[in-house]
């Protein structure tokens, strides 16, 4: 999730923001990128349970947008029947070099910036190509009519053959997700976390003056300041004050969520979401702390303790992060490598 948009965003023409639309009832797992013409539009691109919710959400709320959404979602003002697109994202090293052969565009960083958007075409058909990743590496998502998907996809191919390129599924995408350290909505993040409490704070204007939803309680909790949390055994605790810790375990274990996290044998909290991360060549997971003397978390509490992820009966030593040391300034999707 990069941002939580609403009114008052200003952005140079064709640039993007992607994040979640904030209705009465929520985001609900819908991701929206927001990329300027001569205004704003938005497109919001789903899986199939997120997707349904999010439409049900939206028309609940009397707002309608243009979506990417499964065919066998409901019909209405954000079915997919309005915006029948598919998307191809390549990226890796070489995205640029596989793309610039069937794209008729220049993608250099000067003329096609992070972050931004444009129509283009790709071996004669028209997409809409934006240059943002949520696996860490160069590259560019292809949104493509439905009608042109195959012809598309063959040309990326055709030109990627010599470069190596091949086809992964979503199980990659989490891996270098949770290798990168983006939050994945549905796993990492829940309705019940505030941006503070997440450490997402960034994601929200509350330094400026633009009104969004949620935003005299988010004011309210940050002026009060986060309450400790109770550490609860069986729930792993409750959201606390410091950003979703990272630990990589110094051991090849399978783990998948829901593992208890100890700390100078105590457990202070459950994994949200865990993977293996083939760069760090260590299994990864996320998850919440507390202090079980019901003192709030600060920086030495996370820094100073003996960790430990427990699967299956079985602790593994675990070493704790409170951002991924996988690229950690962010130059691998600027092409910087």
Request: hydrophobic share 35%; net charge positive; charged share 20%.
């Amino acid at each position: 999730m990069r941002k939580h948009i609403g009114p008052g965003w200003s952005r140079a023409v064709g640039s993007v923001l992607e994040g979640s639309r904030e209705t009465s009832c929520g985001p609900r797992g819908c991701s929206c990128r927001k990329g300027t013409q001569s205004n704003w539009s938005f497109r919001a691109v789903a899986d199939a349970g997120p997707g349904q919710e999010a439409s049900r959400c939206l028309r609940a709320s009397g707002q309608t947008l243009s979506c990417s959404l499964p065919p066998h979602c409901p019909p209405g003002p954000t079915s997919a029947q309005k915006a029948p697109l598919a998307h191809t994202d390549p990226h890796c090293p070489c995205s640029r070099a596989i793309l610039q052969e069937v794209v008729d565009s220049d993608l250099s960083d000067e003329a096609f910036p992070f972050s931004t958007h444009q129509l283009v075409r790709v071996a004669g058909h028209l997409v809409r190509a934006i240059r943002l990743s949520f696996v860490g590496e160069l590259g560019w998502e292809l949104h493509i009519p439905r009608a042109s998907c195959v012809p598309v996809y063959r040309a990326v191919m055709t030109a990627g053959a010599k470069h190596g390129l091949v086809n992964a599924g979503y199980r990659a995408i989490d891996s270098l997700s949770i290798e990168k350290g983006y939050r994945h909505w549905h796993a990492d993040l829940r309705p019940d976390d505030s941006p503070l409490e997440a450490g997402l704070a960034f994601t929200c204007k509350l330094k400026s003056t633009v009104p969004f939803l949620g935003r005299e309680a988010l004011e309210k909790q940050r002026d009060a300041g986060l309450p400790p949390a109770p550490c609860v055994p069986h729930r792993g605790g409750l959201p606390v004050l410091l950003p979703t810790v990272f630990m990589a375990s110094f051991r090849k274990v399978p783990m998948f969520g829901l593992e208890a996290i100890w700390r100078n044998g105590q457990v202070v909290g459950h994994v949200r979401r865990a993977g293996f991360g083939f760069t760090l060549d260590k299994t990864i997971a996320y998850g919440y702390i507390c202090d079980p003397s019901g003192g709030q978390v600060s920086l030495d509490f996370v820094k100073s303790g003996d960790y430990a992820l427990e699967r299956m009966g079985v602790t593994y030593a675990a070493q704790v992060h409170l951002k991924s040391p996988f690229d950690p300034d962010n130059k691998r999707v600027k092409g910087i490598y």
